[in-house]
């Protein structure tokens, strides 16, 4: 009950965008259906044709249904940039299966006869197509077409990963902030999206095939006017941002910013986090989130917006851990110590540098930090049967780096076994994996388990001061009380959020800070 009753008031709080995205999401369903149908009802009536060539064709067109639907974004991306053309030309790959099966199968089901009766009459190829075949398999092309419309209406929902909108961005950022609300508020309308259309199309499946004919017709010409629901006016200002979902709705994230600089006329659009560094190298946009150790900073040309006003709270990473691992093997806490202090800024910034831009393993430059250190030891011999310590990290190169680390230590130092679960996704997936014991350890950041795991009152925040000691003490206080988890001392480095500009667009527009951000945009 407590749930509905937060449901109702963020959809109340969030009306403006809700409506915004669903437009967009019933756009983007339609514009990929309209060109699905334009190009699998042909591909389909040729097969028919040339059923030597539907073997291979189909099986295509199975391939491409089996391909998820985040990698076949993710290699469009670089083809057609980000927006609304890669997720349309997603779902139109996704929704050309059933239609082009259900044609093949419909016209292929046509009675032998009745063509050879209609061919006996006179009728051209071309009239027995239209006035004979397509009339009586359209219940069976309807059909296809009805399961392409519920297909395209889920998958749309990743569009919101590419900056195409879509009912995704309540969706992800509700993943990314562990907030079970904002997941309903976005999942439960595209579900009834779906449930609507395909009600919707099943009671025309069951009209007489000439007035289904007729509403085919008018399908043909209703979806491009619902396809144009995506091209209606939104906001715009002189710059365009591409934000990660999590730091839309952070506490920390861009909410802060909005209350400090003034950046409410800041257009954004949502973007998956592994994509806002590439939207802004490529100037699809021209301000991003980011993290301040990330290596692509240097890599990418681009240029750290100060945070003058301190609104981001102190992000060193530490690790955090079972204390049944502890009590299990308590060698470990020795290993885990060996890390504490040793990286600093600009130590993490060039270790990412090679991950993400040299594409260098992170194993490798994990142990050739290591050695540098003269924290190296030789992996000691496998011993059968030997407990296995399970290392978890999110998806992004420096939790890769770190993990493998962590991973090297426990080899050299230990006979126990080590099994590392690297990209488990968000902050989310990531705790609660630790809580269910899936994993042992994982590292984190404090402002992360500050604003996102503990989500005290703003003024529980205010009198931390922004100090790393102190977030750190109650950060580590309140993990044992509330989740029995333990924080282990941090390493050294504090990876920050930041705003990010190429640092030739910021140097020419004199955007040095925040607060230069929000008088450029007129705040």
């Known amino acids: 009950m407590k749930t509905l009753t937060e449901l109702l008031t963020f959809w109340q709080l969030q009306a403006g965008k809700l409506g915004e995205q669903t437009l967009q999401h019933i756009g983007l369903t339609a514009a990929a259906l309209l060109l699905a149908v334009l190009v699998g009802v042909p591909v389909g009536i040729g097969l028919t044709r040339r059923p030597r060539w539907a073997p291979a064709v189909l099986g295509l067109a199975g391939i491409l249904q089996t391909v998820p639907s985040i990698a076949l974004l993710g290699f469009l991306i670089p083809l057609l940039g980000i927006g609304p053309r890669p997720a349309i030309l997603a779902l139109l790959l996704y929704s050309l299966l059933p239609i082009i099966r259900n044609t093949v199968t ?6 032998p006869a009745v063509v050879e009766a209609a061919r006996g009459l006179g009728f051209t190829d071309w009239q027995v197509l239209r006035r004979v075949e397509l009339p009586l398999a359209l219940p069976v092309l309807f059909a296809g077409i009805r399961t392409a419309t519920v297909i395209g209406v889920g998958v749309a929902t990743l569009a919101a990963y590419v900056a195409a909108g ?34 919707a199309l099943a009671s025309l499946q069951k009209l007489t095939t000439q007035r289904l004919a007729k509403v085919g017709a008018g399908l043909l010409v209703l979806l491009p006017l619902l396809g144009a629901l995506y091209l209606l006016p939104r906001a715009t200002s002189r710059l365009q941002a591409g934000f990660s979902p999590e730091f839309v709705g952070r506490a920390d994230g861009l909410p802060g910013l909005q209350r400090a600089y003034g950046l409410r006329h800041l257009a954004s659009v949502v973007l998956a986090p592994a994509l806002v560094y590439e939207a802004a190298r490529h100037a699809d946009v021209d301000v991003i989130d980011g993290y301040s150790t990330d290596g692509r900073i240097r890599a990418y040309g681009l240029q750290v917006l100060r945070d003058n006003k301190r609104v981001f709270p102190p992000y060193y990473a530490a690790p955090v851990v079972r204390p049944a691992l502890l009590r299990a093997h308590p060698e470990l806490g020795a290993i885990f110590d060996r890390l504490t202090g040793q990286l600093t800024d600009s130590a993490m910034t060039e270790l990412n540098y090679r991950v993400d831009y040299l594409h260098q393993e992170p194993r490798t430059v994990a142990e050739a930090f ?8 030789a992996p000691r011999p496998a011993v059968p049967g030997a407990a296995v310590v399970r290392l978890g990290s999110k998806i992004f190169a420096e939790q890769y780096i770190l993990v493998e680390m962590y991973a090297a230590l426990i080899r050299g130092g230990t006979n126990l076994a080590v099994e590392t679960k690297t990209g488990l996704g968000g902050t989310t997936i990531c705790f609660e994996a630790l809580r269910s014991g899936a994993i042992d350890m994982y590292p984190e950041y404090t402002g992360t388990g500050l604003q996102v795991l503990l989500q005290p009152a703003p003024a529980t925040i205010d009198s931390l001061g922004g100090k790393p000691a102190a977030v750190f003490a109650y950060v580590q206080r309140e993990f044992r009380r509330r989740y029995g988890l333990e924080w282990l001392p941090p390493l050294g480095f504090n990876n920050t959020y930041a705003l990010l500009m190429r640092r030739r667009q910021a140097q020419e527009l004199e955007i040095e800070s925040l607060s230069d951000l929000g008088s450029y945009l007129g705040h």
């Open 106 to 111: 419909g016209i292929q089901g046509v009675s």
């Open 166 to 199: 879509g009912l995704g961005e309540f969706i992800f950022g509700g993943i990314a902030l562990n907030n079970p609300v904002m997941i309903l508020a976005g999942a439960l309308p595209a579900a009834a999206l779906a449930l609507a259309f395909d009600a």
């Open 370 to 377: 290591l050695r540098q250190r003269g924290l190296w030891r």
